[in-house]
């Protein structure tokens, strides 16, 4: 069965309910993302850990970042980018 609501909203109450819906739906798609994983190319992976595209070849060089190399092509682990980060680990086992 389907019910009708009507109400009166001012200007305020209907940006408000608009912008905590968009949060709501925004949220619900970021933690749906996080479940799984995504290999990032290094240009993805150095705007999600917010370092510059030389800095990141830096810390591959170094071998601190956790990557992949395929045919050539650097591929990062989403996950394992940010498990990186939450650990604060500075080298990574090979």
Request: proline share 1%.
């Amino acid at each position: 069965m389907n019910a009708t609501f009507v109400t009166t909203l001012s200007t305020q109450e209907l940006q408000e309910l608009i912008e905590s819906s968009i949060k709501e739906a925004i949220k619900g798609k970021t933690s749906a993302a996080d479940e799984g994983d995504t290999l990032l190319d290094t240009k993805e992976a150095a705007v999600l850990i917010k370092y510059e595209i030389t800095s990141l070849y830096g810390l591959v060089k170094r071998r601190k970042i956790p990557f992949c190399k395929v045919e050539g092509k650097l591929l990062f682990s989403r996950k394992k980018l940010l498990d990186w980060i939450s650990s604060g680990h500075q080298a990574v086992d090979k």
